[in-house]
């Protein structure tokens, strides 16, 4: 069965610092893997994904996160965090691209200014 | 292309009522996913449609019930709410075909107080 670990469940960074948001997975077979975010009253907004084609993976906003199989992680980070990244990010993974998606926890992320 | 739509967006029901939320994907989309949100659980896979049939399946109670129809839109149903069904919930839809280039969209979620 799949699992998704996300370390620390708040964050909080000063505007212009890195943002580092960490997941781990756990899969049976080569996963793919997706980074979401969620805005207070919204719903989910995908930032970017992972399909085995490249293990650097860009997203929105100056998201990116890196695949690494021997770690198991998948990382997402932001060189410079702005004040609108405040918001809660969502770690998924699922076997293929028709099964459910598994969450993890949840971390929210606040920027201070 | 318009995103995923939910409706209502916020309900307010009491406890034994029944309620049916909506969703409409994507145009093209023939895969509808629910998707329970509580500060509790997290994020918790309820039921997924494609092409009308039920395909994936949660581990949730028979109150829990969805259906979709021939133009795509699904609905879920809770039947005799429960104070600890108060949740967003969430409409996910996809192609289905699966695959690498397989991505769920989500909609505004419908936010479901029990009173």
């Known amino acids: 069965a799949q699992s998704v670990t996300q370390l620390g469940s708040h964050v909080s960074v000063s505007e212009g610092a890195l943002v580092l948001l960490r997941c781990n997975y756990s899969?049976?077979?080569?996963?793919?893997l997706f980074w979401y975010v969620q805005y207070p009253n919204q719903g989910l907004q995908l930032l970017l994904k992972?399909?085995?084609?490249?293990?650097l993976v860009k997203g929105i906003n100056g998201f990116e996160a890196e695949f690494k199989k021997s770690e198991t992680s998948f990382h997402l980070t932001k060189p410079s965090a702005h004040m609108s990244d405040a918001a809660e990010y969502f770690c998924?993974?699922?076997?293929?691209?028709?099964?459910?998606?598994?969450f993890g926890k949840g971390t929210r992320l606040s920027v201070i200014a | 292309k318009a995103g995923v739509t939910q409706t209502p967006r916020y309900l307010i029901k009491t406890r034994g009522q029944q309620v049916t939320l909506s969703c409409s994907p994507i145009?093209?989309?023939?895969?509808v996913s629910w998707y329970q949100q509580t500060p509790g659980q997290g994020l918790q896979f309820l039921f997924e449609?494609?092409?009308?049939?039920?395909?994936n399946k949660g581990n949730f109670p028979g109150r829990f019930s969805g259906r979709q129809f021939s133009n795509s839109r699904s609905e879920m149903n809770v039947s005799t709410l429960e104070l600890g069904d108060s949740a967003l919930y969430l409409c996910?839809?996809?192609?289905?075909?699966?695959?690498?280039?397989?991505?769920?969209?989500f909609g505004p979620g419908t936010r479901l107080t029990v009173l």
């Open positions: 996910a839809s996809s192609t289905g075909t699966g695959g690498g280039t397989d991505t769920q969209y």
């Open positions: 899969s049976s077979v080569p996963p793919y």
């Open positions: 992972y399909t085995s084609a490249a293990t």
């Open positions: 998924a993974v699922t076997p293929s691209g028709n099964t459910p998606l598994v």
């Open positions: 145009s093209g989309h023939r895969s």
């Open positions: 449609y494609f092409s009308e049939t039920q395909r």
